[in-house]
């Protein structure tokens, strides 16, 4: 199976009560080419179009509350119609910075399709100086490297990372006999 995604979003923030505490919303498109074996029934493309909704709190200095809502299409190019492509994730955090340095991580995500439609969120976040960061939280860890030619810190930076994912999803398609079907897929990326 060949599949190449092309995604662009906008972020965008609302304040909501105070100018500290705004609501990020952030809608985006993605589109995914597929190149389905030989055999396989399968759309040339998927698209997701979505927004998302984030909140965060600060409380006592030293917790977080971290909540989003992405409602979204996911379909092909003739489903969007279809009661299977809309589709409502989400997910709730809890996080715990007793340092500036250091942040523990727990909550959950929820997939509205695909494999696993509850995800548990765990683990830490070290940053011990500004030009590196260990977020080393499943499902997404990372590592992170700000990059010595980066023009003016704080503004303009260059990275270099190195991820991991476990990832699901699901998209409305139409077969090419018109009956509908929904894909599901869940994939582990480096």
Known sequence: LGWTDLRTDVLTALTFFTRENPIIITP???????????????PPRLNDLAVDFHIFRVFDNKWIADVAVTPGLYTDDHSFDSDEALRFNGRALGIYAPTLDWKWVLGVTYVNGGWAKVVPVFGVVYEPNDDVIYELVFPRPRVAWRLGNSPVPGRD?????????????????????????????RDYRA
């Open 157 to 185: 930076e260059y990275w270099f990372y190195v991820l991991g994912e476990f990832a699901n999803a699901a998209w409305a398609f139409e077969q090419s006999d018109g009956a509908p079907d929904v894909l599901a897929y």
């Open 28 to 42: 985006s498109y993605e589109l995914h080419f597929l190149e389905a074996p030989q055999g396989i029934e399968l």
